[in-house]
């Protein structure tokens, strides 16, 4: 296994070892974007891989070739991790550039440039459960010990990639200062089609109504679970345990609620709000 066992500490957060290393890490903050760079920002389990998704095709016009043939990764390649050099494609297009870093380190670099940033979030309490599940099937991450455990860490921002409070109000404070633009794991769910027209028009990149009809079938959760270049079974078993669960997972809007106890529920709740009340965003989710 390629450096399983190994984390790097960056800026105070913690990463798996397998995917970063200091060089990746440093290479990552002093990228050199492109003004037609388009960079997915994301706390992981927010919705990543079907903003992912969603973006290949709308840049495709609803044609499927890229998304029934290249894995997610190598589409919209990770700027941290180690493998990003080789796979970024050198179009003359926008190029699709995904990312777990905390904004404060990659906004100098932003700030150089017109490149667009699509900020996506999740409930907290979903991506918690979500990220919970990963766990045990991404062997890159350490055992995640109990529900209780993980979420107290969770709260706690002890857990990789740091804390989900910090990652999303870093993002969305420098809203005006970057051209960002921000959407929830529940807008999807709630509209898809509205949510990928708006996307679209804001990219500059207007979509006709059947390639808008062609994305919302894709992009749908059954579609997706079925579809190895997004479903992350291309990885081996030594990376992604797939006996122990699906990346696909449920998709719901919620799931929280059949894992959480009342009192899971009210700490989470305090903590939300304790970490949230210097902030005057506002979030398209109920905590209730
Ligand atoms: S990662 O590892 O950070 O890239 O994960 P990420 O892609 O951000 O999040 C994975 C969760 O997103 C769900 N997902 C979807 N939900 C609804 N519709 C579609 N099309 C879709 N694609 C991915 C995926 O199932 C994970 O959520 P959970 O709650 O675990 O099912």
């Known amino acids: 296994m390629d450096r ?4 790097e500490t960056f800026d ?20 050199q974007f492109r003004d037609t760079d388009v960079l997915i920002a994301t706390y992981p389990k927010s919705g990543t891989t079907w903003m992912q998704e969603i973006l290949t095709l709308v840049y495709s016009q609803g044609n499927l070739q890229p998304a029934q043939t290249i894995p997610n990764w190598a589409r919209a390649p990770w700027l941290e991790h180690t493998y990003f050099k080789e796979m970024l494609r050198e179009a003359d297009g926008p190029r699709l550039i995904t990312t777990h870093l905390p904004c ?3 906004a100098p670099a932003l700030r150089k440039s017109k490149a667009k940033v699509i900020y996506m979030a999740r409930n907290p309490k979903d991506v918690m459960v979500s990220f919970y599940h990963f766990h045990k099937l991404a062997k890159f991450l350490p055992d995640p010990g109990s529900f209780d455990d993980f979420l107290m860490r969770f709260l706690d921002g002890k857990v990789q990639y740091g804390s989900w409070f910090d990652h999303v109000k870093g993002w969305l404070s420098r809203q005006k200062e970057l051209e960002l633009f921000y959407i929830t794991y529940e807008d999807l769910h709630q509209d898809l089609g509205r949510s990928v027209a708006r996307l679209a028009a804001w990219l500059g990149c207007p979509l006709q109504e059947e390639a808008l009809r062609v994305i919302l079938q894709h992009c749908s959760f059954s579609s997706m679970r079925e579809n190895v270049m997004v479903n992350y079974t291309l990885i081996p078993r030594e990376i992604m345990d797939h006996s122990q669960g699906r990346f696909m997972r449920k998709g719901t809007v919620g799931d929280w609620r059949d894992h959480f106890t009342p009192l899971q529920n009210m700490l989470f709740h305090r ?3 304790e970490n949230m009340q210097d902030s005057s965003l506002r979030f398209h989710w109920t905590m209730d």
């Open 12 to 31: 105070g957060i913690v990463l798996p070892g397998h995917l970063h290393t200091a060089e990746s890490l440093r290479f990552a903050r002093s990228f």
């Open 104 to 106: 404060q380190a990659l």
């Open 4 to 7: 399983m066992e190994v984390t």
């Open 271 to 273: 903590l939300y709000r």
